[in-house]
């Protein structure tokens, strides 16, 4: 039984990456196939995934979910968008020296009120004067995560967006899909490798620390996914042929097994807490394409459920030696299930 200090490691400072690469596909790639590991370019993945292979993306778009405001009293205030619950409400993380009460007007970006309703755990009901994503949209700024030490600037608005995103939602990037391109989406169809989608808007949740050394007493934040009959149908068919189903990212990760829990896959939405830590049973996905994760995080824990935590560590430990970049704008890896 694993704690939460079995998923620590020190990580070089200088190795968290804090701009993308010129080009998306450029990143390095450590393939990981149980004890074996493979230096390769992003790039390379043409060539490592096969005809009738299926990627699955997650489709997120991450919206403008940071603004900065004021209270009535003068007390400034740094609201983080975390869910949109309807046109115009959502829950929102509220920093502010003093926690703002139900009631409470807030005044946006100098230009809109907000008014504070009920208080769920670490968000807030922010109640919006109009159409929240259009005032998100005009008046937010992009979340960058919190390890990248600037303000997201026009740059980071292309760059911190996979090329297909599509549903807004996301508070955090799919990370894995920031390093496919066109190009490289063109050259994997050209193989026959196909594609499929799901939506899951990644949640501030995916930052916050785990605080507890038993992992069984961890509360999983919560986010909502949307998994198509056609997707169901794509990943049917790609089993059938004796293919692989290969998630691009956790969050793919997550959908698609939070979709799968009765065994098979399944359409439909809903919310997922699923905590996948070592031990759990895989139903759908065969390959994983991710990022590095945060020391001590449910994502370097999902990992280590799926490559074998052995071989994650010993992975980390390669990456770090060979200066590979971590995080939302690092390298990624390829990793097949053990």
């Given amino acids: 039984m ?13 190795l968290i990456a804090q701009t993308p690469l010129a080009e998306r596909s450029a990143s390095r790639l450590l393939q990981v196939q149980g004890a074996q590991l493979t230096d390769r370019r992003f790039s390379d993945i043409v060539d490592l995934l096969q005809p009738g292979d299926l990627l699955v993306f997650n489709d997120t778009r991450v919206i403008k979910a940071r603004l900065f405001g004021v209270k009535e009293t003068g007390g400034k205030i740094e609201a983080l968008v975390e869910r949109i619950l309807d046109a115009r ?6 920093r502010a020296s003093k926690s703002p009460p139900p009631g409470t007007r807030i005044r946006l970006a100098d230009a809109f009120d907000v008014t504070v309703g009920e208080r769920f755990g670490e968000f807030f009901t922010l ?3 109009a159409d929240a994503f259009e005032l998100l949209e005009q008046y937010g700024s992009l979340p960058l995560p919190p ?8 740059y980071d608005e292309t760059r911190y967006q996979t090329v297909y995103a599509k549903e807004p939602g996301a508070v955090a990037a799919p990370t894995a899909g920031l390093h496919f391109d066109e190009a490289l989406l063109q050259q994997l169809t050209a193989r026959g490798v196909k594609q499929a989608f799901v939506t899951l808007h990644v949640g501030a949740g995916t930052f916050q620390p785990v605080r507890v050394e038993d992992l069984s007493q961890h509360k999983m934040h919560s986010e909502w996914y949307t998994i198509s009959p056609e997707t169901v149908e794509a990943v049917r068919a790609t089993k059938a042929a004796g293919r692989r189903v290969i998630a691009v990212g956790t969050t793919s990760m997550r959908a698609l097994e939070s979709g799968s829990q009765s065994g098979e896959l399944k359409a439909g939405s809903d919310d997922t807490q699923l905590f996948i830590t070592p031990g759990y049973t895989f139903k759908t996905v065969d390959q994983l394409v991710t990022n590095f994760h945060l020391p001590k995080s449910t994502l370097l824990m999902l990992v280590s459920a799926f490559a074998g935590y052995e071989h994650i560590r010993a992975a980390y430990a390669h990456a770090i030696a060979h200066k590979y970049r971590f995080f939302s704008y690092g390298d990624a890896m390829l990793l097949t299930r053990t």
Avoid at 2 to 14: A, H, K, N, R, V
Avoid at 89 to 94: D, M
């Fill in 89 to 94: 409400t959502v829950h929102a993380q509220v």
């Fill in 147 to 154: 390890y990248i030490d600037h303000e997201a600037d026009a």
């Fill in 2 to 14: 694993y704690s939460l200090s079995d998923f620590d490691f020190e990580l070089p400072p200088e």
């Fill in 127 to 129: 109640h919006f004067p």
